[in-house]
């Protein structure tokens, strides 16, 4: 029974032995699907974006959402651009989050009035989006560059850096453009 108290040790399962080209090929899987899910996402954002700028009243919210919609149609161009660099035909797979966040969105629209409140609804709904885009862009750049997939990982780091201006460009419309106290002087005008 010497062996009892060392057995402890001697007994712990090995981490299971995966072959580095196997952890390479799931990664690959990993980062396949991952581009599917958010050329999906980015696809449809260019149908959201315009119904967002069109309920907004802030002219710098407008103006920001009407930018960041064709930069989301030079991204949509750029996944597929990635698709051909790593030889996957591009195809998209829902985004279960991208489409919670749109509905969230529609909701926010359907339940405010025009003006400064729908317009700080339609930025906090935006900045959702923004922030869910800079986190996946974020690990998709990793997993090219862990890939070796250089030229990808440029394009996606193009893209990761657009996402962050335009969350930046809602912070300040959020921040300096909506004009709440003229809403309420208008309130009490009334
Ligand atoms: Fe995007
Ligand atoms: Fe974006």
């Known amino acids: 029974m010497e062996n009892s108290k060392t057995s402890k040790t001697e007994a712990k399962p090995k981490k299971a032995s995966a072959k580095k080209s196997d952890v390479a090929g799931d990664l690959r899987e990993l980062f396949v699907d991952s581009l599917k899910d958010i050329y999906w996402a980015e696809k449809a954002l260019t149908k959201a974006l315009p119904k967002m700028a069109n309920k907004a009243t802030t002219a710098k919210l407008i103006e920001g959402l009407e930018h960041h919609l064709t930069e989301t149609e030079e991204q949509v161009k750029r996944l597929e651009e990635v698709f051909s660099i790593i030889d996957v035909k591009a195809r998209a797979k829902k985004c279960e989050a991208m489409e919670g966040l749109i509905k969230e969105a529609k909701s926010i629209m359907k339940a405010t009035a025009k003006g400064p409140v ?8 935006a900045q959702k989006v923004e922030h869910y885009e800079i986190a996946t862009y974020g690990t998709l750049v990793a997993f090219a ?16 850096a657009e996402e ?17 106290e003229a809403s309420e002087e208008e309130e009490q005008d009334k």
Request: charged share 25%; hydrophobic share 45%.
């Open 118 to 125: 729908r317009d700080a609804g339609i930025i906090a709904a």
């Open 145 to 160: 560059k862990t890939l070796g997939e250089d030229a990808a990982a440029e394009l996606l780091a193009q893209t990761l």
């Open 164 to 180: 962050k201006t335009a969350d930046e460009t809602l912070s300040e419309a959020a921040y300096n453009d909506i004009n709440f």
